[in-house]
């Protein structure tokens, strides 16, 4: 995967100074919270079965596609964050969740720039290369035999 990029320059004017109010929407905060999941080895895909196949339905109509297997709460000063994913096999569980957790918090403390709360991880299924290969060529057999 390609490295995050590097924390682009900002004007040397004195932060705070300007009268005004920020707010981060949700979506800003879900799309870090992503990256930062998808960045940790072992990671195959955020959400869980149900949630990614209604997202390639959404990309089969060219309907916009929210993050799938990610949910954040953002309040004023505070934020949550919830992620689902799919592991790939052979990384132990606990440790993947634990390091996703530590990427999260670090991309959104310190992107966002809100205190973050918590961050839940959902192991939701575990990818096994090359089983789902299997399971439909059994299908399709089993499909093709019964149409002769």
């Known amino acids: 995967m390609d490295p995050l990029p590097t924390e682009p320059p900002l004007p040397s004017t004195a932060m705070g100074s300007a ?27 955020l959400g869980g079965g ?16 929210p993050v799938q297997g990610v949910r954040v709460e953002v309040g004023q000063t505070q934020v949550a964050v919830d992620v689902s994913l799919v592991a790939e096999y052979g990384y132990p569980l606990h440790r993947l969740a634990d390091a996703v ?20 991880v959902e192991v939701s299924d575990v990818h096994v290369p090359g089983l789902n290969d299997v399971r439909s060529s059994e299908k399709t057999r089993a499909l093709g035999s019964t149409q002769l």
């Open 19 to 45: 009268p005004g109010r920020t707010v981060i929407a949700d979506p800003a905060a879900v799309r870090i919270a992503a990256v930062a999941a998808r960045s940790v080895p072992g990671v195959y895909a």
């Open 50 to 65: 149900a949630g990614r196949a209604l997202g390639a339905l959404r990309d089969a109509v060219g309907a916009a596609e």
């Open 101 to 120: 957790r530590g990427a999260v918090y670090q991309a959104v403390s310190d992107l966002v720039g809100l205190e973050v709360i918590e961050v839940n």
